[in-house]
């Protein structure tokens, strides 16, 4: 078994620089740890190579490599390194189409778990593309793809500039919703066919939906809740405003 165990070899370098977005964005490249997410990003068809400590059974026909523990420490993002990596490429998302006909845009949204999370909820409730503007959290942070559980895989993601994107969206059959209680809407009260065809905006965790993406939307929705709680997470809220919306 042929071993790679210098931390000063080529490879091991570019695998530890993909820890930065700069990086991820130059060489078009990322890591995920894991069995699950390997095997999901292989499914996917996105994977240049497994990354196996020395000792690993290959877990899916795969090009492969070993690494030694050491290496593996030196490139995780993880306190306590996986077995199993995978260097996988950014998929190439064309023109930004739309796919579908629920869509969800967030708006600056910054904490990765949220994001991740976010990206999960989104699929299990039906959304078929979900557009992030050019100042949310980077996709591929390592956070973000933990967080999704292997799901960033299989949904269609663009970045956009969201509000080009949606003076470019008006005018179509897309429902535009925004979020905010002011001048909102309790969701629940939105009309079965209100529910087909939307784009629904999700906002910062501190400072929701910009202003000027609110002033595009046809509605603005809103949750109902005690008057004890004042808000949601923004996760939170996303997936109980899109179970709401599933039609």
Partial sequence: MNVITSLDNDKVK???????????????????EGEHLALEAFRAGVIEELILEEGTDLPF????AYYSKEVMCKISALETPSSVMALCRKRTRDAGEIVGDKVLALDNIQDPGNLGTIIRSALAFGVTTIVLSEDTVDLYNPKVLRATQGMIFHTNIIVR?????????RGSDFNIYGTSVDGGV????LGKEEKDNFVLIVGNEGNGVSRKLLDLCDKNLYISMTARVESLNVAVATSILLYELRG
């Fill in 61 to 64: 026909p795969s090009p492969y």
């Fill in 186 to 189: 309790d969701v629940k009260t």
């Fill in 14 to 32: 570019m695998f530890k620089k993909l820890q930065k977005k700069k990086y991820r964005d130059e060489y078009n490249l990322f890591i995920v």
């Fill in 161 to 169: 500039d969201l509000f080009d994107w949606l003076r470019m969206v």
